[in-house]
């Protein structure tokens, strides 16, 4: 499931987060896995120290919960929290709308839509491949206000979600509905009304939550 960690770049605990972050995303570790710390490590071929840093840092996130005996699991989230998060989102989004449509920079506006263009070309129809398109086109959105800290708690809001475990139901659900209405809300921040932009950015989300629970109850 893992490879060697061979690498300079960065420090081994961020690189083993990123790799289990991403296997938890591919479904290569299930909800009912039990991760443990000494097996990673061995998988790595790094001591434990920086797998037990990578899996506290996923803890404190939301993204996996103790197991008892150092090992862990992904964390289940219920209604009442998705709903708390997609409230978050509301707040971090429409304000990074809000924020695009007042600096009324048609080199920023051009890089969304690159990314829009990009992301909804993909071919492939698995909830992970949108989930993950969405997220990127989001998070571009974000990261061209310039402003790091909203980037910092974006990316920590998406990386709870990732215990939704929604994956496998929301393909019972209309997938075009998680996509679309993007180059919209480029035409709303480019209008330059800040208003305008953050009340689409929050409508957009807010249809994304209903998909959401409508995939919930289908699996309840």
């Known amino acids: 499931m893992f490879r060697q960690i061979q690498t300079q770049r960065s420090r081994l605990a961020d690189e ?15 909800p009912e896995e039990r991760i443990v710390q000494e097996k990673l490590a061995r998988e790595f071929v790094i001591s434990r120290t920086p797998v037990r840093e990578a899996l506290l840092r996923l803890e404190q996130e939301g993204v996996l919960e103790t197991a008892g005996r150092g090992g862990f699991t992904i964390r289940t989230t219920s209604t ?49 491949d949108y989930f993950n398109a969405n997220r990127a086109i989001h998070r571009s959105i974000v990261e061209q206000t310039g402003n790091r800290y909203l980037l910092e708690m974006y990316d920590n809001i998406w990386n709870r979600g990732v215990s939704f475990h929604l994956f496998a139901a929301i393909e019972k659900v209309d997938l075009s509905k998680s996509l679309g209405e993007h180059m919209a809300l480029c035409d709303a ?23 959401q629970l409508e995939a919930l109850a289908l699996t309840s």
């Not at 987060?17 to 299930?30: E, F, N, P, S």
């Not at 709903?83 to 989004?93: D, H, K, V």
């Not at 208003?195 to 249809?207: C, F, S, V």
């Open 16 to 30: 083993v987060y990123r790799q289990i972050l991403d296997a938890i995303h591919k479904g290569a570790i299930g």
């Open 80 to 128: 009442a929290e998705v709903r708390e998060l997609y409230q978050s989102r509301t707040a971090i989004e429409g304000m990074s709308a809000r924020i695009v449509a007042e600096l009324e920079d048609p080199a920023r506006i051009a890089a969304i839509r690159r990314v829009i263009e990009r992301e909804e070309a993909i071919q492939s129809t698995s909830a992970t």
């Open 189 to 211: 921040m480019e209008g330059g009304d800040p208003d305008k932009a953050q009340a689409a950015m929050i409508r957009h989300i807010e249809d994304g939550l209903d998909l």
